[in-house]
């Protein structure tokens, strides 16, 4: 898992092909990409004449009254999402990550505190530490704080020996029970001297100008109140499932995030790496520790909840793209269910609150993205389970019909895999055909279980 050495990281979006590593191709990225779309969209369209798809939809929606009355919905909702995306597209094409632009030789660097906190991690959390120390982040600007959150390995041992090796660079606190990571992130915030936290998970590597880039939209913009790093897969080579889910990633950062990024509305920063003011912070800790959702305690979802929390107070969260981590992702199906579980839950929960104020007036700047972004994340799920119904229904009446759809899934789902393509330049794009394949047809339980069993605040994948 560590084949790579520290200063490998030097080099973070590295194209991991050499036929993408050509001049002309490097140059000409976003040209070839608008043109795949065009073509992939016209062999939609040919595939939906040439086996008359168009025709099958049309009497199967005149086959009953309840599937004429489903047209009108399932229609305005085919061209929501397509609209919805159109966008998005726009808006992700306009995100850059951005720069200190001043000579950093006359430049002071702001003091930054990185939390670390682990539960069983003896295998990661030296290396994981060691990658802090080795990034380009001024030395005497930086400051380590590990939470041992009750392991029963030796894990604590490990964060001694980091201790032994850094000085008093590195603070440790030892839970003698699992408190949860929460409770982590208090005391972390607690023994603290930065004006910047970073929060940073034990199962992972950073980048070596990861925390530098991070920090740089807080110093640039005081309306700024959080900034989300680009979470990559470390162990992606490992099997079938690591490659599609290094895809899944992806996407999910160097598009999703971006294009929040642009108006300011990240709507998550991952605990693997993210930075926020400190200041900020001590205006809504203890509500972040005690939070409750349906009368339960809240445990996961912490790094939703935080950014959740800024997001109300006002301020703007941003996506740096140059500001990487590696983390590990499961390698098994099962692994990876719970992982969305975990995910979901947390995202319905905040999706609640979120709700009490995207439409209000809480920013200055901004308002109307984050609120139609908002309507179309949360429309997504019921129109998944919509259309997978109408199309399950499809084949027990016409076998062949979902022939055609599974043609139309594909070409879908390759056109989603160029947002991948366009950051990594990597043939390893076309695993995002099979997930997408793959999420419609065995992960549409996943919302409406997560949603059914939201007093379960278990951590799930430990």
Not at 62 to 77: C, G, M, T
Not at 279 to 307: M, V
Not at 361 to 382: A, G, M, S, T
Request: aromatic share 14%.
């Amino acid at each position: 898992m560590w084949e790579e050495t520290l200063d490998d990281l030097e080099v973070e979006s590295q194209p991991r092909s050499l036929v993408f590593n050509l001049p002309f191709l490097k140059e000409r990225i976003d040209h070839l990409i608008v043109f795949f779309v065009v073509i992939s969209s016209a062999l939609v369209l040919i595939i939906s004449i040439k086996f008359h798809l168009f025709q099958y939809w049309a009497e199967l929606l005149k086959s009953s009254k309840f599937l004429r009355i489903a047209a009108y919905p399932l229609l305005i909702s085919a061209v929501s999402v397509v609209a919805a995306l159109a966008l998005q597209t726009v808006l992700w094409l306009r995100y850059k990550p951005e720069t200190l632009g001043v000579d950093e030789k006359d430049f002071s660097w702001p003091f930054v505190s990185v939390i670390v906190s682990a539960l069983n991690e003896q295998e990661l959390i030296g290396k994981a530490i060691d990658s802090i120390f080795c990034s380009n982040y001024p030395q005497d600007r930086l400051e380590v704080i590990c939470v041992n959150d009750g392991s029963t390995d030796a894990t604590f041992y490990y964060m001694l020996r980091a201790k032994q090796k850094y000085g008093d660079r590195v603070k440790i606190v030892n839970f003698r029970k699992n408190l949860g990571k929460r409770k982590a992130l208090y005391v972390g915030y607690k023994k603290s001297r930065g004006d910047i936290i970073v929060t940073f998970d034990a199962d992972s590597k950073i980048g070596r100008s990861a925390i530098r880039n991070l920090v740089i939209p807080l110093i640039k913009d005081p309306q700024v109140g959080a900034v989300s790093g680009r979470v990559a897969v470390l162990n992606e080579k490992e099997n079938f499932l690591t490659r599609m889910l290094s895809v899944r990633y992806s996407i999910s950062f160097d598009f999703g995030r971006a294009y929040q990024s642009v108006y300011g509305t990240v709507v998550c920063c991952p605990g693997a790496l993210t930075a926020l003011r400190k200041d900020l912070i001590k205006d809504f800790i203890h509500e972040f520790i005690n939070q409750r959702f349906l009368n339960a305690p809240c445990t996961h979802g912490e790094d939703r909840a935080l950014t959740t929390l800024i997001l109300r107070s006002g301020h703007e969260v941003k996506y740096q793209s140059n500001a990487a981590v590696y983390t590990t992702v499961p390698k098994k199906f099962n692994q990876m269910n719970k992982m969305f579980l975990r995910w979901t839950r947390s995202y319905v929960r905040e999706s609640v609150f979120l709700g009490r104020f995207i439409f209000s007036r809480q920013r200055k700047r901004h308002r109307v993205l984050p609120v139609i972004d908002f309507i179309f994340l949360n429309f997504l799920h019921p129109f998944h389970l919509f259309a997978l119904g109408i199309i399950v229904y499809s084949f027990a009446i016409n076998p062949l019909f979902m022939v055609c759809h599974l043609s139309f899934l594909v070409i879908s789902s390759f056109i989603l895999s160029l947002y991948y393509l366009r950051t990594n330049k990597s043939l390893a794009f076309l695993y995002g055909i099979p997930y997408g394949i793959i999420a419609v047809f065995f992960l549409w339980w996943i919302v409406p279980f997560s949603v059914l069993t939201m007093k379960n605040q278990s951590w799930v994948t430990r």
